[in-house]
């Protein structure tokens, strides 16, 4: 479980792991058959790692306030992630800076052999949000004194 912040917009997680020698299995933004209500838009990440390691990785970004930062439906890559810097720093310096506020992003990492059942993902998803609920009402209550 990981916390970190601030960014100003979106950081993709996909790019950091793969920096570190995992290898991109899948990018899911749909969290099949979770029935729970939530602000988060988590995103789901399958890696496989060496010969026969897999890894497992749930995020999501949010504002202060509790709205989600939306992730973006291209994915990681070198490509994508040099676009996604260039335009925050013009909006940054170029755009009114009122309109940023930091974003906090919450991480469960995994790393497995074989196949997680349904149900290892859905504890993995709850332990997830559950980490990014405490975190934002953490960040409300300091924000209110």
């Known amino acids: 479980v990981a916390i970190d912040y601030p960014f100003l ?4 997680l996909v790019n950091c792991y793969s920096a570190i020698g995992y290898r991109l299995k899948a990018r899911d933004l749909d969290s099949k058959g979770y029935t729970r209500d939530t602000v988060f ?4 990440v399958v890696f496989d790692y060496e010969d026969r390691l897999s890894a497992v ?3 999501s970004e949010f ?3 509790g709205t989600s930062v939306p992730p973006p ?3 990681a890559g070198s490509f994508w992630n040099l ?3 260039f ?5 940054l310096f170029f755009q009114s800076s009122e309109r940023f506020s930091a974003t ?3 991480q469960v990492f995994l790393k497995h052999q074989g196949e997680l059942s349904e149900e290892e993902n859905i504890a993995l998803l709850d332990l997830h949000l559950a980490t990014s609920e405490i975190l934002l009402a953490e960040i409300q209550r300091v924000l209110a004194q």
């Open 104 to 106: 906090y992003q919450t």
């Open 57 to 59: 990785l749930y995020f």
């Open 83 to 85: 676009r996604d810097r």
């Open 9 to 12: 917009e979106w950081h993709e």
């Open 63 to 65: 504002h202060a306030d």
């Open 73 to 75: 439906k291209h994915g």
């Open 41 to 44: 838009d988590p995103v789901r």
């Open 87 to 91: 335009q925050n720093a013009y909006r």
